[in-house]
């Protein structure tokens, strides 16, 4: 089965500074790649999300970047502000009916 | 809110019992998938339906087991239960199978004593 890898476990940055959160995973066939936020005591929220057929995807401070050749993909999030602060995870979905296989979660933290 | 309710919200039982964890998905969300969370595994996927039918399935054992009825609302049945059964168990419900955003619950906490 699909097995996923994510990198670090926890992240502490400045407030301002960029953070970069990479995700390998081994199945080629994997067609989509989503990332989701989850704040404490709260449920994981989806902020971006990338499909196959596509390298890169911006929204705002946030931008996902695709490697397929190395099976690969990043979360980067400039600007950190203290809201930023949360467990983000990463997912690949594979498979006809999606399976999916989260990676094991990245714990950020923005320092004001 | 993502529109995604569950029920209850928290549950405490006994080693050896059997519980119903419930998910009604946002109306016209056809998928609804099953995650359990615990603090040293992270997102486990367990099963996924689709339309009350079965597409997908993760690291489900075989003393759970899940159902979509017609109404799409969906079960997660966990039996023989065991401390490490003990987790986060969130639902999360899609438009579709494929691209589409999934949208979480708020969780069922169970707690097995």
């Known amino acids: 089965g699909e097995n996923v890898e994510q990198h670090p476990s926890t992240l502490s940055v400045q407030e301002g500074d960029s953070a970069v959160i990479k995700c390998t995973y081994s199945?080629?066939?994997?067609?989509?790649f989503p990332w989701y936020k989850q704040e404490l005591g709260k449920r994981p929220q989806l902020i971006i999300d990338?499909?196959?057929?596509?390298g890169e995807k911006k929204d705002q401070r946030i931008a996902v970047t695709l490697n397929k050749t190395a099976k690969h993909f990043s979360l980067h999030i400039t600007e950190t502000q203290p809201e930023d602060s949360a467990v983000y995870f990463c997912?690949?979905?594979?498979?006809?009916?999606?399976?999916?296989?989260f990676g094991i979660g990245t714990k950020l933290q923005v320092i004001p | 809110d993502s529109g995604v309710t569950q029920t209850p919200k928290h549950l405490i039982t006994a080693t050896g019992q059997r519980v119903t964890l419930r998910c009604s998905p946002r109306?016209?969300?056809?998928?609804v998938y099953w995650y359990q969370q615990s603090l040293d595994q992270g997102l486990q996927f367990l099963i996924q339906?689709?339309?009350?039918?079965?597409?997908a399935k993760g690291n489900i054992l075989e003393r759970f087991s899940a159902q979509q009825f017609p109404d799409l609302h969906s079960e997660l049945n966990l039996s023989s239960l065991e401390l490490g059964d003990s987790a986060l168990y969130f639902c999360?419900?899609?438009?579709?199978?494929?691209?589409?955003?999934?949208?979480f619950g708020p969780g069922t906490r169970l707690t097995v004593l």
């Open positions: 999360a419900s899609s438009a579709q199978v494929g691209y589409n955003e999934q949208f």
């Open positions: 199945d080629s066939a994997s067609n989509y």
């Open positions: 990338i499909r196959s057929n596509v």
């Open positions: 997912a690949v979905l594979s498979g006809g009916y999606q399976k999916v296989t």
């Open positions: 109306s016209g969300d056809l998928s």
């Open positions: 339906y689709y339309n009350g039918e079965e597409r």
